[in-house]
């Protein structure tokens, strides 16, 4: 069974184009994140939502929303993608803010 | 904010022990977590300290946290290939925010 679970797994597209990533958990965890790996493989948060509700939104483009129709899912949709947002986008959940945090496989986000 | 540092890499020999170093600014860091990533997969989480305690091993894995120097490392004894992947230190600061320092690159050799 997996726990934390993206989809697509890669995703290749043309700059300008709208994209969706999208995220399920079935740890019956209340907080879902997402992060964005870049090419030297660093990791920073990008989003944190618990209970649908937003807690951290850090110095990321408007062009990015993310979107929790329920708790166990955290889709990520993105506008007018640029090149500099080629990277891994890693979805993660945790019960509570504070808990240890469960990562997803990565989408692999190539934007040509 | 937290500012969390590792070595980029580290290269040893099967069957060595290997100790990866990770160094974090926030002394109000809650807990202090490993992860390790293969090539080309996702995070695993191999195992965490809470900030009240000094040691913490499970198996292989020896965990030191230095709370006064804000030092963190990792052991892993008996190294063997299927070691080899980048170990990244992640420090849970206020805010349920978790910062993750650069990733340190291991290699095991024969």
């Known amino acids: 069974d997996t726990a934390v679970s993206q989809t697509p797994k890669y995703l290749v597209t043309q700059m300008g184009n709208d994209k969706s990533i999208k995220c399920e958990q079935n740890?019956?965890?209340?907080?879902m994140y997402w992060y964005k790996q870049d090419s030297k493989k660093f990791l920073k948060i990008m989003f944190s939502y618990n209970n649908k509700e937003l807690i951290i939104n850090e110095t990321v483009p408007n062009r990015f929303s993310p979107k929790s129709p329920d708790k166990a899912h955290l889709n990520l949709h993105i506008n007018s993608l640029e090149l500099g947002d080629s990277a891994v986008y890693f979805c993660?959940?945790?019960?509570?803010?504070?808990?240890?945090?469960?990562f997803g496989p990565g989408t692999r986000l190539l934007v040509l | 904010g937290e500012d969390v540092e590792q070595s980029l890499f580290l290269s040893v020999r099967e069957g060595d022990s290997s100790v990866i170093n990770c160094t974090y600014t926030d002394s109000s860091s809650t807990y202090l977590y490993w992860y390790k990533q293969e090539p080309g997969a996702g995070l695993q989480l191999l195992t965490y300290i809470f900030s009240n305690m000094d040691m913490k091993q499970d198996q292989r894995l020896t965990v030191l946290l230095n709370k006064k120097d804000k030092h963190l490392s990792l052991r892993i004894a008996d190294t063997q290939t299927g070691d080899s992947a980048i170990y990244f230190c992640?420090?849970?600061?206020?805010?349920?925010?978790?910062?993750f320092g650069t990733g340190t690159q291991l290699k095991v050799e024969l």
């Open positions: 993660a959940s945790s019960q509570g803010g504070t808990e240890t945090q469960y």
């Open positions: 992640a420090a849970q600061g206020g805010g349920n925010k978790l910062t």
């Open positions: 740890l019956g965890h209340d907080t």
